[in-house]
């Protein structure tokens, strides 16, 4: 099974020496760990934003690069590219995916 | 497996009742160390518990609904005390775009995710759930 790079870089930092009781990672630590690269984010309804990660705070707030958007209505995903940089509210932020490409990609292609 | 004496309570609420139970005896455990090697009590530096020993499932395939509709599945590899969750393989399970409250068992590969702590409503050990005949249609009569 191959690990996905993010937790890699986790691990070697225990084997590395650095105490470390458990081999977990904090949510918190992963996020920051993709500052600077794309994630995609799941909000708490149907919409999605794709963009690369600037910065978040305490309460998950993101502001994001070049982000798109993607809602869902009625089976049809609807893309806007914003073009922006944006503060994205972390209230309905449910799911963060770092590297993820959005709904587009061809990992996400529904596998039963 | 589901006994005919309580037909309400799923495979899901037991396991996390056994867990629950477990850390409780856990802390016990703990307090009564603390007692019996004379330990002062620091009310001040006391960490607040969970209730639920997710420490248990680290590594373990779980099942996490969200508070939109949204559910997940995937490996555990990490929480925090705000029950923030770092899912490996994580799937997302579809929804009938007719329906968005039904759930379907098709799912959508997300890979390593981070589930918000705010947005959890459940989570349960993947294999321990299981359909069973809905128990309260016999009382129409």
């Not at chain 1, 690069?65 to 809602?71: G, Q, R």
């Not at chain 2, 939109?68 to 899912?87: P, S």
Request: glycine share 8%; net charge negative; hydrophobic share 35%.
């Amino acid at each position: 099974t191959t690990t996905h790079p993010l937790l890699a870089q986790h691990r070697w930092k225990n084997y590395q020496g650095v105490m470390a009781s458990t081999g977990r990672v904090l949510p918190l630590e992963l996020i920051d760990k993709a500052i600077g690269s794309k994630v995609w984010i799941l909000m708490k309804g149907q919409t999605e934003i794709v963009g690369t990660l600037q910065g978040f705070d305490d309460y998950v707030n993101l502001v994001l690069a070049d982000a798109i958007e993607y809602t869902t209505v009625d089976g049809e995903i609807i893309r806007k590219d914003l073009n922006a940089e944006i503060l994205l509210n972390g209230n309905h932020v449910a799911v963060l995916v770092p590297g993820g490409n959005g709904p587009e990609d061809s990992m996400a292609v529904a596998a039963s | 497996q589901t006994t005919q004496s309580a037909p309400a309570t799923s495979i899901a609420s037991r396991e996390l009742r056994l867990l629950i139970f477990d850390n409780r005896l856990d802390k016990q455990r703990q307090r009564l160390n603390n007692m019996s090697s004379n330990k002062s009590g620091h009310p001040a530096s006391k960490k607040k518990e969970s209730i639920l020993a997710l420490d248990k499932m680290i590594d373990g395939k779980i099942r996490v609904k969200c508070l939109g509709g949204r559910e997940l599945k995937g490996t555990l590899r990490g929480f925090d005390e705000l029950v923030n969750l770092v899912l490996d393989d994580c799937e997302e399970f579809l929804r009938d775009p007719n329906d968005p409250n039904s759930i379907t068992d098709n799912t959508r590969k997300l890979g390593l995710v981070v589930c918000r702590g705010t947005q959890v409503s459940l989570i349960s050990p993947e294999d321990g759930m299981e359909e069973i005949a809905n128990p309260f249609l016999g009382d129409d009569e």
